[in-house]
C-alpha cells in the first residue's frame, strides 16, 4: 500500500473541498487516514487459506454454525463503511476449522473495498475450497453508510444477503435446518 499516495490524495480532497489543510485539525489528517486505510484495507490480496487450511479431523457430519460474527467493510462505490453481522453453517466433510478461523475468514474477506453481496460468495466460495465441507451457507445482515447519510437517507434499513453451496444449495431439507439454525 502506498501510504504516501493516500496521504497526497487526501490533502487534495482537503483543498478541494475548501478547507485550509494548515487547520490544527486538519494538519495531521492525511497520515492519519493512511494509517486507517493501511488496517481497514489489510484484506487486500489475501485469502482464507491460512486460517481454513488448519483442520481437525471429526467422523460426525452435523451442521456447525458460527453466528453474529461482527465485521465492518467499506463499499467500493461511495468509500463509506457498511458493518453488521456474518453467520456461517456448514456440514463437515471429516474435517472441522476451529471456530475462530471462520470469523478471521470474514475479517479476510471484509478488510477490502467490496461489495456485501461478492463479500457473501466470497466466504462461501472460500470455505468450499479450503475446508471442502459438504455444504455451506453463508448469511450477512448489513447497514450501509452509503444509504443513511446520503442518497435515498434511511437509517436502520438493513441488507441481508445469502449464498448455499454444496448440499446446502441443493437439499432443501438441511438449506432450511441450516437457515433455522441461524435464525432466518
Same mark, same amino acid.
Given at each position: 500500500?502506498?501510504?504516501?499516495?493516500?496521504?497526497?490524495?487526501?490533502?487534495?480532497?482537503? $483543498?478541494?473541498?475548501?478547507?485550509?489543510?494548515?487547520?490544527?485539525?486538519?494538519? /495531521? %489528517?492525511? =497520515?492519519?487516514?493512511?494509517?486507517?486505510? &493501511?488496517?481497514?484495507?489489510?484484506?487486500?490480496?489475501?485469502?482464507?487459506?491460512?486460517?481454513?487450511?488448519?483442520?481437525?479431523?471429526?467422523?460426525?457430519?452435523?451442521?456447525?454454525?458460527?453466528?453474529?460474527?461482527?465485521?465492518?467493510?467499506?463499499?467500493?462505490?461511495?468509500?463509506?463503511?457498511?458493518?453488521?453481522?456474518?453467520?456461517?453453517?456448514?456440514?463437515?466433510? $471429516?474435517?472441522?476449522?476451529?471456530?475462530?478461523?471462520?470469523?478471521?475468514?470474514? /475479517? %479476510?474477506? =471484509?478488510?477490502?473495498?467490496?461489495?456485501? &453481496?461478492?463479500?457473501?460468495?466470497?466466504?462461501?466460495?472460500?470455505?468450499?475450497?479450503?475446508?471442502?465441507?459438504?455444504?455451506?451457507?453463508?448469511?450477512?445482515?448489513?447497514?450501509?453508510?452509503?444509504?443513511?447519510?446520503?442518497?435515498?437517507?434511511?437509517?436502520?434499513?438493513?441488507?441481508?444477503?445469502?449464498?448455499?453451496?454444496?448440499?446446502?444449495?441443493?437439499?432443501?431439507?438441511?438449506?432450511?435446518?441450516?437457515?433455522?439454525?441461524?435464525?432466518?
Amino acid at each position: 500500500m502506498d501510504k504516501q499516495k493516500i496521504e497526497q490524495a487526501v490533502e487534495m480532497i482537503i $483543498e478541494a473541498i475548501g478547507e485550509d489543510k494548515n487547520r490544527e485539525g486538519l494538519l /495531521e %489528517t492525511p =497520515a492519519r487516514v493512511a494509517r486507517m486505510y &493501511e488496517e481497514i484495507f489489510a484484506g487486500l490480496g489475501k485469502t482464507a487459506e491460512e486460517h481454513l487450511s488448519k483442520t481437525f479431523e471429526i467422523t460426525e457430519d452435523n451442521i456447525v454454525v458460527v453466528k453474529d460474527i461482527d465485521f465492518y467493510s467499506m463499499c467500493e462505490h461511495h468509500f463509506l463503511p457498511f458493518y453488521g453481522k456474518a453467520h456461517i453453517a456448514y456440514i463437515p466433510n $471429516e474435517k472441522v476449522a476451529g471456530l475462530s478461523k471462520l470469523a478471521r475468514t470474514v /475479517e %479476510t474477506y =471484509a478488510k477490502k473495498p467490496q461489495l456485501q &453481496e461478492r463479500l457473501s460468495i466470497e466466504i462461501a466460495d472460500a470455505m468450499m475450497k479450503y475446508l471442502e465441507p459438504k455444504g455451506v451457507l453463508v448469511v450477512i445482515e448489513a447497514e450501509h453508510m452509503c444509504m443513511n447519510m446520503r442518497g435515498v437517507k434511511k437509517p436502520g434499513s438493513k441488507t441481508v444477503t445469502s449464498v448455499a453451496r454444496g448440499v446446502l444449495e441443493t437439499d432443501e431439507k438441511q438449506k432450511q435446518e441450516a437457515f433455522r439454525l441461524i435464525e432466518f
